[in-house]
T-cell receptor, first 117, second 112 residues
């Protein structure tokens, strides 16, 4: 079965550089979530999109932006990178907006490991 | 606000031992509850879920029961294997948008 695809899998950048992470959700899934997982930490929600519109926002720095395109893939753009941005970035997709906090599960991609030097 | 608390790790067990990882939550209403597993170097995989009180989720020998009265969703397995070594996260959706909040994760190491 098709899974969530993330690219690149690994990315090394210098401080103050820019990075773009891409996420391709499972076909027909209309909701995409982005999470950041620091070393030894639990994943922290960054931002989500439903039908190409931002649906929720978490602890995402102003230096980061994201969007969902017409084909439902999403990109997370990160500028002025800092050492503290080094983390594993996960994208997850789900079939419908999980209204009423229902049981629609999120399917996670393998993550992009970003290292900022 | 909503929160998830997991027992601290790491948990080290011998093969075939019984496993319990505690998870308690604070939330408004009755959200679905999830256990995710993260194997070394990999992403998060849904292990099991429960959508309402008294539901029991199960998968690959793991079980967890949604206990409304104790606001708990403890993960159990009767006989662990070396291949179960991973980090386990308890999670719940915190709003109508479905964003997940996770517990701090519990590292399980199973020795032969």
């Amino acid at each position: 079965a098709a899974g969530v695809i993330q690219s690149p899998r690994h990315l090394i950048k210098e401080k103050r550089e820019t990075a773009t992470l891409k996420c391709y959700p499972i076909p027909r899934h209309d909701t995409v979530y982005w999470y950041q997982q620091g070393p030894g930490q639990d994943p922290q929600f960054l931002i989500s999109f439903y039908e190409k519109m931002q649906s929720d926002k978490g602890s995402i720095p102003d230096r980061f932006s994201a969007q969902q395109f017409s084909d439902y893939h999403s990109e997370l753009n990160m500028s002025s990178l800092e050492l503290g941005d080094s983390a594993l970035y996960f994208c997850a997709s789900s079939l419908v907006l999980a209204g009423s906090r229902g049981g629609y599960e999120q399917f996670f991609g393998p993550g992009t490991r970003l290292t900022v030097l | 606000g909503d929160s998830v608390t997991q027992m601290e790790g790491p948990v080290t067990l011998s093969e075939e031992a019984f496993l319990t990882i505690n998870c308690t939550y604070t939330a408004t209403g009755y959200p679905s509850l999830f256990w995710y597993v993260q194997y070394p170097g990999e992403g998060l995989q849904l292990l099991l879920k429960a959508t309402k009180a008294d539901d029991k989720g199960s998968n690959k020998g793991f079980e967890a029961t949604y206990r409304k009265e104790t606001t708990s969703f403890h993960l159990e397995k009767g006989s662990v294997q070396v291949s179960d070594s991973a980090v386990y996260f308890c999670a719940l959706p915190t709003s109508n948008t479905g964003k997940l909040i996770f517990g701090q994760g519990t590292t399980l190491q199973v020795k032969p």
